[in-house]
């Protein structure tokens, strides 16, 4: 495929990404679980929780089209791309969940998106190794986030879990893929930068 193709396709899917509404491949986990009742502070509580879960599938989106847009190993990029589809699913599933709890999306993703595009442009540039390292710590964090959210949801939210859990498993799969594929290892600067700035985004898309 010709470079201005792929960027004809990574512009489609920018817009499908932030505008249009997601979906997925594969059936929400969450869809052969029964509803609890929740009180609304409890709703709202877990739909801000996973309004930020769904800005984070919406920055990896950006982050994985970024990066197959400039990886240079054909197999690297097919693997970025079939991570991307599972990415996918997640903001598929967040969504429905945010609406089911009564909830909203974040009013900044195009801010996040267009930010996290740079970021994986700007990896896949360094070269496919420090470009899958980048992917392998991002899923390494997002995994330790999605536990973090797992201890703090009401117990008796079993969809809001079923969801989480399978992201947690998908991204765990997604790291894995990329040391496979021969990711370098970032210095700890660099890993507490990239904590630092989803530190940043949670917060900031926790009320916004």
């Known amino acids: ?7 004809i396709i990574a512009f489609d899917r920018a817009l499908r990404t932030v505008v249009a509404p997601a979906r997925a491949h ?21 739909g801000r929780l996973m309004r ?15 990066q197959a847009l400039t990886a240079r190993v054909p197999a690297n990029r097919a693997a970025l ?20 709890l009564g909830g909203r999306v974040s009013w900044l ?16 540039v360094a070269g496919d190794r420090w470009n899958l390292a980048f992917l392998k710590e991002t899923e390494r964090q997002v995994e330790a986030h999605l536990a973090g959210h797992l201890g703090r949801i009401p117990g008796q939210d079993a969809r809001t879990r079923a ?14 893929l990329a040391a496979q594929l021969g990711a370098a290892e ?12 989803s ?3 949670t917060r900031t898309v926790y009320w916004v």
């Open 163 to 176: 969801i989480l859990a399978r992201m947690k498993t998908d991204e765990a799969g997604h790291a894995a």
């Open 26 to 46: 594969r059936p929400s986990p969450a869809c052969d679980v029964p509803d609890a009742p929740l009180t609304p502070a409890e709703k709202r509580y877990t």
């Open 81 to 100: 791309e079939s991570a991307a589809r599972e990415e996918e699913d997640h903001l598929a599933w967040c969504e429905a969940r945010i609406q089911e």
């Open 186 to 197: 970032f210095p700890a600067p660099v890993k507490w930068a990239m904590a630092w700035s």
């Open 199 to 201: 530190r940043l985004m």
């Open 52 to 66: 930020i879960n769904h800005t984070g599938e919406i920055c990896a989106q950006a982050l994985y089209q970024g």
């Open 1 to 7: 495929m010709h470079a201005l193709d792929r960027l």
């Open 109 to 124: 993703n195009p801010f996040w998106y267009a930010g996290s595009l740079a970021l994986g442009v700007l990896a896949g």
